[in-house]
């Protein structure tokens, strides 16, 4: 057994992202300005996204997205409860009202037939979610959202980078929200990013700034003027330089982060595939996930302990580990608003209740991998049925 604890997800930080916030606080320049501007341009000419709008969390940017859509009460918004609470949250901050439909066992990405049932004459929008970082089936969702004229909005906190048929998620004209979270694939600490079309994204300044009608940080330049006008009773959801300066570092290393993502995820997969105890995850022919979870499923009956009996004996072999997600309809808010039952979503319900997330970043070494294994295997022969 390892005797050191091996913590779930810390962050992936070097001397890169080190000397980038250190240079940013020497140059006097700390808030939104030249280093947010430049990982905004950086960041879309990744994804070759229309454009990019840096903002202080992936919550602010779907919020953004809703808000410039002029999405708001008496609108219905579909969405998975396979989801953390921020994607349901939004569409509850800007008064409208969130409908949950279930999703597909494999993926656990909200599932496009039970969308198609779920739309509504009150319906504006629908907002999906790339579990693990795995593509939901966009071609799909597309049509819907083309037949009733509906908002396709995509919460990529899990997808950076990933591809569904050959294009990266983030590369339409559509609002697409990223995270950058401690915990994320690309950290700021806390911060997020709104892609879409330059219409867009020129409401989401903004909107994300107050709705001061021109670029506050401009204000303070020499050119600058202490002019401005409020055009919209706007939030406060700016990025500062220091976020983007660890930003700009990050993403200048993302491929490599996420090939190892890759050999790691393989390395589970050979370990676990003898083991029947497990459903693993899975990555469709079309798509390339951003591998942001290792998501495993106890199968019923293949062991004789509960799975959050499971996560406790994980824990006294020293290995971190999470859950993604408790449902969302399970939540006492959206239980008591909605009068939500637990089977009212049958395999959002049994996935969430079946699921744990294992250790699965960059910083990993193959002992590390081999240390995960060797626990849940020893777990297994011990409460094996
Ligand atoms: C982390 C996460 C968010 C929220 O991201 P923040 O940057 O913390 O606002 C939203 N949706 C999903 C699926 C997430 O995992």
Redesign the pocket.
Known sequence: MRDRFLPFSPPFIGEEEIEGVVDSLRSGWITTGPKTKRFEAEFSAYLGAPAALAVN????A?HTALVCHGIGPGDEVITTPM??S??VGVIEHAGATPVLVDIEPDTMNISPSAVSEAVTGRTKAIIA?HYGGHPCEMDELQAICTEHCLLLVE?A??AIPAKYKGRLIGSGENPVAF???AT?NLTTA???MLTGSVDLIEQGVVASLHGMNRDAWKRVDKTGSWRYDIIMPGYKYNMTDIQAAMGLAQLAKLDRMLSRRREIVSRYDEGFKPMSAFDLPVEREDCESGWHLYPLRIRDGALKISRDQFIEELRLRNIGTSVHFIAIHTFSYYREKYGFQPEDFPIANRESNRVITIPLHPGLSDRDVDDVIEAVADIVAQHGV
């Open positions: 969390s992936c919550t602010a779907l989801t953390f921020a994607t979610v919460d906190a899990h995270s950058f979270y994320k806390e911060g997020g």
